[in-house]
């Protein structure tokens, strides 16, 4: 489902910062690129994952998300801040990269899950964990 090489060349993309045993079930935490003020993310979507799906962001600001759909299929990307309000909503089409400019001005954790049916259940979720400066 996730093969190594496709992780190696995302790993490209982002500075990460590999918490063995922090997170349960395997999931992967990577910390945000810094571009001056903004936080970019390059986030892959597969079938029924996306990599990586544990994310730190280390201050309140603006972040840039870029989701590189390569599943094959439409795909949906919905972010709720740390209230449960919905933030984004956005369809992910097959073979692209979705460019997504959000501010996440309040520090907390950011749900993120794809709304296609049983995506999320079986495991098309996420969290951006938003750090106090
Ligand atoms: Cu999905």
């Not at 986030?43 to 998300?65: D, S, T």
């Not at 390569?70 to 460019?99: C, H, M, Y």
């Amino acid at each position: 489902m996730r093969p190594l090489s496709k992780r190696a060349l995302s790993v490209v993309f982002v500075m990460v910062a590999v918490l063995a045993g922090c997170v349960g079930g395997g999931n992967v935490q990577t910390a945000a690129v810094r571009s001056g003020n903004l936080s970019v993310l390059s986030i892959e979507a597969g079938r029924l994952y996306f990599w990586p799906n544990e994310i730190r962001v280390n201050k309140p600001g603006p972040v840039r998300l870029e989701i590189n759909n390569v599943s094959g299929s439409r795909q949906n990307f919905t972010l709720q801040d740390p209230e449960w309000n919905t933030l984004e909503n956005i369809e992910l089409p097959a073979g692209k990269i979705t460019s997504i400019d959000l501010k996440l001005n309040q520090p907390g954790i950011y749900q993120f899950y794809c709304n296609k049916a049983l995506h999320s259940l079986l495991g098309m979720n996420g969290q951006i964990y938003v750090e106090q400066q």
